[in-house]
């Protein structure tokens, strides 16, 4: 079979650019459109001199392709995804655009009407280790966010398996490429080194999405859930340290481990670890490290997981869900090891 013709949409920001590097190693596709709105016209090695080796100039518009990622901020990744989803192109949307199934959330949380609020309910929330083989027959995908992919995936076997009370905190790290390559004065290099701060303190966006998973995993839970995300100054990386009351608070440290390890068997980017996880651990990978243990003085479940904002959390996943939806090996393009130091 010949090659399956990819494109980006908004290849200049952090999501966008790593999906080039990435899919420019995939032995399935190959990336023939890229588009940008103020570098269009240029070659993508000009905007980014690492990408010297891909031969290709950045368009405001994309190119025929079988399936498109698109890296736009929300809102604006709708108004371009809508057409192609029409004319039945495949999409993964890295945008939470699609994530919410309710369309009564996105005034709420993103400040905009959904214009389409049936394809919410056709869009498949691509979490692969949640939602496997809805992904492999959607049109539509729905990338997760950053934050709640390492929230959902540290908490997950304990929900699902009911050893919690739904009553959760997750205390999130987050580096700043997080927050994409629009300056801002919070993200400028004075302000964010040699500093750590907490923001969102009254809700962060990523909330919505994190509860809908939880309660499509045990749907007999009414979840209350405190999400607390953190500035910190590296560029990637989210190290999320995430606590529920345990039912059995002298539940063995081995016996969640192994429960954790059950849960994931066969998970090719999930691993389940001896020891507290480093973001470092994850760079440049689609990794999720998660180390699950049981605080026996108070009763608590600590289940922290760590991974790579802009892999995992963004464009790693995104080619992991393509991977799905197209039976391809789901690890295509996706076997770099993370990079140390
Ligand atoms: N960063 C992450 O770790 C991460 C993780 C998961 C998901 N995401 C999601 O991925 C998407 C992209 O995020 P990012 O962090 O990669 O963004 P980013 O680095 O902030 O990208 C901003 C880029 O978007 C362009 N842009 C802004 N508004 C636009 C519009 N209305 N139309 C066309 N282009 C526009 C800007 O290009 P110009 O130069 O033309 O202004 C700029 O290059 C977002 O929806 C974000 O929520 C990001």
């Known amino acids: 079979m010949s090659q399956v013709r990819v494109g980006i949409i908004n290849v200049t920001g952090y999501a966008g650019v790593e999906l080039a590097r990435l899919l420019y190693r995939h032995p399935e596709v190959k990336l023939i459109s890229v588009t940008g709105r103020s570098a269009a016209g240029q070659r993508l090695a000009e905007v980014f001199p690492h990408l010297a080796e891909i031969d290709i100039t950045i368009t405001p518009e994309l190119d025929e392709v079988d399936v498109a990622f698109s890296a736009m901020p929300h809102k604006a990744s709708a108004e371009v995804i809508l057409p192609l989803a029409e004319r039945g192109i ?53 990338n997760p966010g950053c934050y709640p992919t390492g929230a959902l995936l540290a908490l997950a076997p304990a929900v699902k398996k009911g050893l919690v009370h739904p009553d959760i905190i997750v205390d999130a790290k987050s580096g700043v490429s997080g927050a994409g390559r629009t300056l801002s004065l919070s993200t400028h290099y004075t302000e964010a080194v040699d500093n750590v701060r907490a923001y969102s303190l009254h809700g962060h966006r990523h909330l919505p ?8 995993l045990n749907p007999s839970f009414s979840f209350s859930v405190t999400f607390l995300p953190h500035l910190m100054p590296t560029s990637r990386g989210i190290l999320s340290s995430c606590y529920a009351r345990l039912n059995d608070g002298k539940l063995a440290n081995e016996k969640v481990r192994e429960l954790y390890r059950d849960y994931y068997k066969g ?41 790579d904002n802009l892999v995992k959390g963004a464009a790693g996943q995104a080619i992991q869900n393509m991977n799905i939806m197209f039976s391809f090996p789901e690890t295509a393009g996706l076997e770099a090891l993370p990079i140390y130091p």
């Not at 999405?209 to 499509?216: F, K, R, S």
């Not at 691993?271 to 470092?280: L, Y």
Request: include cysteine.
């Open 90 to 142: 495949k999409v993964v949307d890295i945008s939470a655009d699609f994530r919410l199934k309710d369309a009564s959330k996105y005034p709420e949380w993103y400040d905009f009407a959904h214009p389409a609020p049936d394809l919410l309910q056709k869009a498949v929330y691509g979490l692969p280790e949640f939602h496997r083989s809805e992904i492999a027959k959607a049109s539509l995908v729905a």
């Open 209 to 216: 999405e994190i509860i809908q998973e939880l309660e499509t």
């Open 267 to 307: 998970e090719p980017f999930v691993r389940v670890v001896d020891s507290p996880p480093e973001t470092k651990q994850t760079w440049g990978s689609n990794l999720c490290l998660i180390y699950p243990t049981v605080d026996h003085r108070t009763g608590r479940l600590i289940a922290i997981s760590c991974l």
